[in-house]
């Protein structure tokens, strides 16, 4: 079959989604609701089905007085349980996968149910949404014309009593259809490679002669591989090894620090990129429109949706609100009950609501990554913003940044520490210190307000990193590939004093 062909039919069948998509911006309550219900109903006999008597929960009062809270670490036994290949114990199916993840600042490993459901219901649907998505957005594409150069994971599944666990991404692709494969580069097995560096190296020879008219996968990693095919091929930019590249579907961090870079090197001014929101609990967002930073939340993937206002999170005034009872613009920390069989569960980032019809929402931030030791309330939306502001205002290439405190001592008033990795270090005659203070004042009213003066905080230091050191972290701590990244901002100084001691 001709592959304009195949482009048209594919094409066609993907927008048809769009019809299924339209109910639930129409009903999104009344979705979620018999979401909620199914899901009750489905896991009614399960071990947690009985302790909390799903059986007589009607309705979403009885389930959220009935059932608790749940945090990793208050899961994990009966994660461990269905590890050991136990059945029935939080899922009415069997469970045998589950996504490895070790976060971002904890060196524990997480282990993210699997089940069948999720797998086809939430993982795959989104993959195909984001498709049909796009293809309505963009009428002209010739996506299918060519092939999606993915970027995932670096291990293959391992087996444990009966189960399996790896990285989200090896799950996705050892479960994938095999006529997949064909629309796809580089190969399962190339894809799957443990050893970073010779992943790359392989990643390149097989990809670098292909149409490439798609990328997929998280932007600091994908950079690393873009960088070095050009280097490789002695190119001055993508388009010229990939003429027909025409999206980046990207996700796992904010795309904004990286976006400077992305257009220097692609050099394609008709270049589309698609964000979404996923993790290895589940796929939740994404983009719903050409050049907009609104994540349109996809409800109907067996994924039932609480928030916490992030000023009552953790606090005795703590409270929960449903999908209905959300607002615009405040800081929310969300909770998921999925069909995979997490009840109630955080998963530890943060959202702001840009729309309420369709629920469309931002990703501001994660729980626990944060400054707040001054009362100044600075979260990751603002420093990425602040990056993406000064990366365009003065052509700047950020390869990665943190942010910490410095703590008073004695009559010495608290800064914030900015460590920052650039590809070509800035110009001298710019004060990056001044520079980026502003644009924060800009962002943050509460750090505005505790700046004023100098009251509580001094001007922010500025420590520019050698090159690679950012990369070397990662090596050092087992987090080469996949989702892994480095921790925007912290409450405290481990994460920017390992990297100080690196650059030293």
Not at 325 to 353: C, H, P, Q, S
Not at 477 to 494: A, D, F, H, M
Request: net charge neutral; hydrophobic share 35%; glycine share 4%.
């Amino acid at each position: 079959m001709p592959i304009p062909l195949i482009n048209s039919i594919a094409s066609w069948f993907l927008k048809k989604r769009m019809h299924q998509i339209d109910l639930f911006l129409k009903y999104p309550n009344e979705v979620q609701n018999d979401i909620l219900l199914n899901l009750v109903n489905s896991a009614k006999d399960t071990f947690i089905g009985q302790k909390f008597d799903f059986k007589s929960i009607k309705n979403y009062n009885d389930f959220s007085k009935r059932v608790p809270v749940f945090s990793y670490e208050q899961f994990a036994d009966k994660i461990d349980l269905a590890r050991k290949g136990e059945n029935n114990i939080f899922w009415s199916s069997k469970i045998k996968w589950f996504a490895k993840s070790s976060g971002t600042t904890n060196a524990k490993s997480k282990f993210i149910p699997v089940s069948d459901e999720s797998l086809e219901d939430c993982h795959y649907a989104a993959g195909k949404d984001l498709l049909c998505m796009y293809l309505n957005n963009n009428p002209n594409s010739q996506l299918f014309t060519g092939k999606s150069l993915r970027l995932g994971g670096s291990k293959s599944p391992y087996e444990k009593n009966g189960t399996f666990y790896g990285d989200l991404s090896a799950i996705l692709i050892d479960n994938m259809p095999f006529w997949a494969e064909f629309s796809s580069t580089p190969s399962n097995k190339t894809s799957l490679m443990d050893d970073w560096n010779y992943k790359i190296d392989a990643i390149i020879n097989e990809t670098q002669n292909e149409n490439v008219t798609s990328l997929a996968g998280v932007p600091s990693w994908m950079l690393v591989l873009l960088n070095k095919i050009l280097e490789k091929s002695d190119k001055k930019y993508i388009s010229d090894i990939w003429p027909n590249l025409e999206v980046y579907f990207h996700g796992g961090v904010s795309f904004k620090p990286y976006l400077n870079q992305y257009n220097n090197i692609i050099n394609n001014e008709s270049m589309q990129y698609y964000e979404i929101y996923n993790a290895s609990e589940g796929f939740f967002a994404i983009q719903y429109e050409n050049n907009s930073n609104e994540l349109l939340l996809m409800l109907d993937y067996g994924i039932f949706y609480e928030f916490i206002p992030m000023k009552t999170y953790g606090s005795k005034d703590e409270k929960i609100v449903p999908l209905g009872e959300v607002e615009k613009d405040v800081n929310y920390a969300i909770l998921i009950t999925t069909n995979a069989g997490l009840w109630r569960y955080k998963i530890g980032d943060t959202v702001k609501f840009t729309s309420l019809s369709p629920y469309k929402i931002i990703v501001s931030g994660r729980t626990k990554h944060y400054i707040n030791v001054f009362g100044e309330e600075v979260i990751i939306e603002n420093t990425d913003n602040v990056i993406n502001k000064i990366s365009s205002e003065y052509n700047l290439e950020i390869v990665d940044y943190t942010v910490a405190p410095i703590f008073m001592q004695k009559n010495k008033k608290g800064a914030h520490q900015w460590f920052i990795e650039f590809k070509n270090n800035p110009p001298e005659n710019i004060n990056l210190a001044e520079i980026i203070d502003r644009r924060l004042r800009s962002e943050n009213s509460d750090y505005d307000a505790k700046r004023y003066n100098d009251f509580t905080l001094k001007e922010p230091e500025i420590i520019v990193s050698k090159k690679g050191v950012f990369l070397k972290w990662l090596s050092i701590n087992n987090k080469i590939g996949g989702q892994n990244k480095v921790p925007r901002l912290s409450n405290e100084r481990t994460f920017i004093e390992s990297l100080i001691e690196l650059n030293d």
